[in-house]
C-alpha cells in the first residue's frame, strides 16, 4: 500500500509540472461540477487523459488530490482577483470587483458557487487538512480585500474599521454567491454586494 | 427493485410517525456531521436503531431520505428561529436574534455549519430536487426576516427596502456561518452580523 504524501515530488520535469497541472485542473472541474463525493479517481484519471501511473506518481490517493486542487482553486480565484482587489482603496474599485463577481455568476448560470467555499463547506467536517486549507485560502482572501480598504483608512477616507469591514465583505459575498447558486438566480449575489459598497460608502467621507 | 416515492404513505400510526421521526432526525445528525455523502443507509438505520424493512418503508432510497432530512432542517432551524423572527420589528430584537445565532455556533464549537446551507452546498449540483427544497427552506427563512422589517418600514422607522435587506441579512448570515465553520471560530459570525445591524440602524429613525 502506498503511504499517503501531500507533497508533491522535489523536482518535477517542465513535461512533469504539465502533467500534474493537467490532472489537477481536470480534478478542480470534476469537484466544481460534481462535488468532492461525486468525483473517484477514475472520473479524474479519464478526464485528464492520464494513465493510472501518471495518476498515482503524482497524488498517493485522493486526498492528496483535493489538497492540491484547494491550491490550485486558491491560486485560480484568490490569486486571479488579485490585481482587482489591489484597486479596493477606492467605491469605483469596489464596484468594479462587484460587478465582476455578479457577472462572473451570471455567465456560469449560477452553477457551482464558490468553488473554494463549496470545497471548504463540503470538506470541513470530514477532512481536517482540507478544512486548514480552505481556512488559508480565505484568510489571503480576506486580507486581499482589506489591502484596499485600510489604505482608504490611512488617508482618512474610511472611518470604520478595515478588517472588520473586509472579513463582513468576504462573508456577505460567500453568503450571496450561496443563496445565487441555490437560488439560480444572481439576484442574491448582486443585492448583497450593492448593499456592502452601500455599507462602505456610508462609512467613507 | 423498488420505485422511488418522495411522498410519506397517506396516513402514519402515531407510533409509525414516531418511527419516521425516529429515522429522519437520526439522518439529519449524522448528515450535519459527516455531510450526506459520508453517510450511509447503513448508518442511518444503525443509528435510529431501526429494522431495513422499517427504513424501507418510510424511504425508498437515500434521495428521499435527504428530502425528508431538508424538511426536517426546514421546520427545526427556521421553524424554530420563528418566535424570534416575529420580534425582528426592532433594533433590539435584531440583537437578541443575532446573539443567540453566535451563542449556538459557540455551544457547537463552530462545527457544522449552517444545517441547510450545507445540505445546499453539498447537494445544489447533483441533486435538482434537493436544491429545490434548499431554495423553499431559504425562502421560508427571508420571509421570516423580511416581517419585521416589513413593519419597520411601514411604521416610517425603517428607510431601507425591506425585500433587499431581508435578503442580504440571508446572506451575511449563511457567509457568516461558513466562515466561523471553516476557521473554527465564532468571530466571522459575529463581526458579519453586528455589521448587519449597524447596516440596518444607519438606516432607521
Redesign the interface.
Known amino acids: 500500500m502506498r503511504t499517503h504524501t501531500e507533497q508533491r515530488p522535489a523536482k518535477l520535469t517542465r513535461k512533469g509540472e504539465q502533467t500534474r497541472l493537467r490532472i489537477v485542473s481536470a480534478a478542480a472541474k470534476l469537484m466544481f461540477?460534481?462535488?468532492?463525493?461525486?468525483t473517484t479517481m477514475e472520473d479524474v484519471k479519464s478526464a485528464a487523459q492520464a494513465s493510472s501511473s501518471q495518476l498515482y506518481h503524482y497524488f498517493a490517493d485522493k486526498q492528496a488530490l483535493i489538497l492540491a486542487v484547494i491550491e490550485y482553486q486558491n491560486e485560480t480565484v484568490v490569486g486571479g482577483q488579485e490585481p482587482m482587489l489591489a484597486r479596493l482603496d477606492s467605491i469605483e474599485g469596489l464596484r468594479t470587483w462587484c460587478a465582476f463577481l455578479v457577472q462572473h455568476q451570471r455567465d456560469l448560470e449560477c452553477?457551482?458557487?464558490c468553488p473554494i467555499?463549496?470545497l471548504?463547506?463540503?470538506l470541513?467536517?470530514?477532512d481536517a487538512k482540507a478544512?486548514v486549507a480552505?481556512?488559508g485560502a480565505?484568510?489571503r482572501w480576506e486580507s486581499g480585500i482589506r489591502g484596499g480598504l485600510r489604505a482608504m483608512h490611512e488617508r482618512g477616507q474610511l472611518t470604520a474599521d478595515p478588517e472588520?469591514?473586509a472579513?463582513?465583505i468576504?462573508?456577505?459575498?460567500?453568503?450571496?454567491l450561496?443563496?445565487t447558486?441555490?437560488?439560480?438566480d444572481v439576484?442574491?449575489?448582486e443585492?448583497?454586494l450593492?448593499?456592502m459598497i452601500?455599507?462602505v460608502a456610508?462609512q467613507t467621507r
Open positions: 461540477d460534481n462535488g468532492v463525493a461525486g452553477r457551482g458557487g467555499g463549496s471548504g463547506g463540503e470541513a467536517e470530514t478544512r480552505v481556512s480565505f484568510l472588520d469591514l472579513l463582513t468576504l462573508a456577505a459575498l460567500q453568503g450571496g450561496l443563496l447558486q441555490i437560488h439560480r439576484r442574491p449575489l443585492i448583497t450593492n448593499a452601500d455599507h456610508a
